[in-house]
């Protein structure tokens, strides 16, 4: 993403936002709520077009693309909702084959086969004609990680995975979040404000402040960084955000 | 800050004219979207027959329960009104022409309106707004071919078979209300239903309920769509596509009588 402009009527919510995520990696983009962290990660699956500045996946500038062409790139794109979006009406089974009906000869008993693998991955075995409305909220996103794994894409998209979780389960989808990545080989983009979360699946850690991001690097870096924005966030010191500019 | 009509008249009159020119473009650019989806048979054919049993088959009962005391009323007040002046046949005549012209179409789709376009409002604004919409696209599907193509079809093909349902079924009511409340036998009945009544009025009804259907169905998926917020949010649409298919029905009918009449 390059200079990613975008506001809400006078709202601005991005400001100049630019990252580039390379092939394989995990970055985390940290964040006081409300930054606008869920809106650039929508901005890279084309829920949401910028107002100036350009968004490229595989070197392909979304804006330019065709409907069919943002399709065929969403088809490699997972995205795992900050309340896992399952459809209500669709059983956990339904919802993760959903996706897998758009692949091209993908026949009744392979997406069956496919559900089933993605339930063991996310240790849903079992589940597969639940409701989501019969799942509690860790299940419910495990099983939207299950959903967004299920067509193998090259990119998994995380919107706060771990938002309202137990400690436990923080810890169950933060090893699901490193084994897809170790097993899958995908590249991900995961938004938190979780700094336990973000140091333990990031690559590198890109903190967004004001509608840019204010400072990138491992999560080593992060730590060792003096910047007044990223201690005051990291050690949850208000008082060193206020005196920033 | 939204400002009232007391307080600032000026300010809430330009400010209403602009939201809905606004939403009448939102409507239009969501039109198009349906348009451009009906070739994605793939995506919306196999959901079809289940949106037309839940916008017609499921709305059966209380259009026939609506229809079956419209035509009581009718042929009641009928008597009514002709005793004395008018011979009794003619309750036939007034309650065919009056079922199969206006009130049979006209409630039927007013009580559609409620119930269909309610339901539809309801649960796609409570897609948008938990991010099923998004999490749709996110999974290479177009929404507009998935969730409206379906139920536009389904109120456009189902709404004349509830209409010509309901409307047979007050006629039918209005009779046996003659037989048994009015003392007129089947003859005089029938008589007075064939005194004025012309094929043409029957492909009147079915085209008035063909835009009903459209009416309900595409104003309830555009208010579900543009949903903002919660569970306020949600109520607030389901209210809308309520409201505004309701006036616009009623817009309609004054429009095809106009127009085709």
């Known amino acids: ?245 | 800050m939204k400002t009232g009509f007391l307080l600032d008249p000026f300010h809430f009159v330009g400010r209403s004219a602009l939201d809905t020119t606004a939403q009448i473009g939102q409507w239009g650019g969501l039109g198009m979207d349906t348009l451009r989806a009906l070739p994605r048979v793939g995506t919306w054919g196999r959901l079809l027959p289940g949106q037309m049993a839940r916008i017609g088959v499921d709305s059966v009962p209380i259009a026939l329960f609506i229809a079956t005391f419209t035509g009581v009323v009718m042929a009641l007040q009928a008597s009514y009104t002709f005793t004395g002046a008018v011979p009794l046949y003619f309750v036939g005549a007034l309650v065919g022409k009056t079922m199969i012209l206006e009130l049979g179409p006209v409630l039927t789709g007013l009580a559609l309106s409620g119930r269909v376009g309610a339901s539809i409002a309801a649960e796609l604004g409570t897609m948008r707004v938990t991010e099923q919409i998004d999490a749709l696209e996110t999974l290479a599907y177009d929404p507009a071919a998935y969730l409206v193509v379906p139920r536009v079809l389904a109120g456009i093909i189902m709404f004349p078979v509830v209409v010509i349902l309901a409307t047979s079924v007050g006629v039918a009511a209005g009779w046996a209300t003659s037989l048994y409340l009015l003392d007129m036998s089947t003859p005089e009945f029938m008589k007075g239903l064939r005194l004025f009544f012309l094929p043409w009025d029957v492909q009147f009804a079915v085209i008035k309920s063909l835009s009903f259907g459209l009416t309900v169905t595409s104003i309830g998926c555009f208010f579900g769509f543009t949903t903002e917020g919660g569970a306020e949010g949600v109520g607030l649409s389901t209210t809308r596509a309520v409201v505004v298919s309701s006036m616009v029905i009623l817009v309609l009918d004054a429009f095809w009588a106009a127009t085709l009449l």
């Open chain 1, 1 to 245: 993403m390059q200079d990613v402009h975008k506001a809400f009527g006078s709202n601005r919510v991005l400001r100049g936002f630019s990252l580039e995520v390379e092939e394989g990696e995990t970055v985390a983009i940290v964040g006081q709520s409300g930054t606008g962290k869920s809106v650039a990660l929508k901005h890279v699956v084309g829920l949401l077009k910028p107002d100036s500045g350009e968004v490229k996946v595989d070197g392909q500038d979304l804006g330019r693309l065709t409907t069919e062409q943002l399709y065929e790139i969403r088809r490699n794109v997972g995205y795992v909702f900050q309340f896992a979006a399952l459809f209500d009406s669709l059983t956990i089974a339904e919802n993760i084959g959903l996706g897998l009906k758009r692949i091209p000869g993908m026949t009744a008993g392979a997406i069956a086969e496919r559900v089933r693998e993605c339930l063991a991955l996310v240790e849903l075995e079992g589940y597969e004609e639940r409701f989501p409305a019969e799942l509690s909220g860790g299940q419910k996103k495990r099983a939207g990680l299950a959903r967004a794994i299920a067509t193998q894409p090259k990119y998994l998209l995380y919107d706060e995975p771990t938002t309202g979780l137990d400690p436990v389960t923080t810890t169950v989808i933060n090893r699901l979040i490193m084994r897809t990545r170790e097993e899958l080989k995908v590249t991900s983009v995961v938004i938190t404000h979780d700094m336990g979360s973000a140091y333990k699946v990031a690559d590198r850690i890109g903190m967004l402040y004001q509608g840019v991001i204010r400072f990138t690097g491992t999560p080593e870096e992060v730590q060792a960084c003096a910047d007044p924005v990223v201690r005051g966030f990291i050690e949850g010191r208000p008082e060193l955000l206020e005196g920033a500019g």
